[in-house]
């Protein structure tokens, strides 16, 4: 099992950007894919991006192409969420999580199997 704890998020203006961090601990080294995933109140879950952890590969919800960039530090343990040009529809609670096996689309929540504790983000004037 991983262990993750989100941090970085806040009251930003519309336009405004704002760094989510995760930091992983446990067994870190049987982590596949490391995702981030968002849920607004009263929606479901939905993903926004996902780096493959040993090779770098990157991919975005097509709502976040442009705006938001993933990355991750290996030597840190750390993966983290660079979003700029906010919206108020990305206010919701941002979730990092990591997938232990290459089986399962990465896209899907259900494929992955540690999560953190969620930070808020709100986009406000």
């Known amino acids: 099992q991983v262990q993750l704890v989100e941090s970085g998020g806040g009251l930003v203006q519309p336009g405004g950007s704002l760094r989510l961090s995760c930091v992983a601990s446990?067994?870190?080294?049987?982590?596949?894919?490391m995702g981030w995933f968002r849920q607004a109140p009263g929606k479901e879950r939905e993903f926004v991006a996902f780096?493959?952890?040993?090779?770098?590969?990157?991919y975005y919800a097509d709502s976040m192409k442009g705006r938001f960039t993933i990355s991750r530090d290996i030597t840190k343990n750390m993966v983290y969420l660079q979003m700029n040009s906010l919206k108020f529809e990305d206010t919701a609670v941002y979730y990092c999580?990591?997938?232990?096996?290459?089986?399962?689309?990465?896209?899907?929540?259900?494929?992955?199997?540690?999560w953190g504790q969620g930070t808020q983000v709100t986009v406000s004037s």
């Open positions: 999580a990591a997938k232990s096996k290459s089986a399962g689309p990465s896209v899907v929540a259900g494929s992955y199997d540690s």
């Open positions: 446990g067994r870190t080294f049987s982590t596949y894919v």
């Open positions: 780096i493959t952890w040993r090779g770098g590969t990157t």
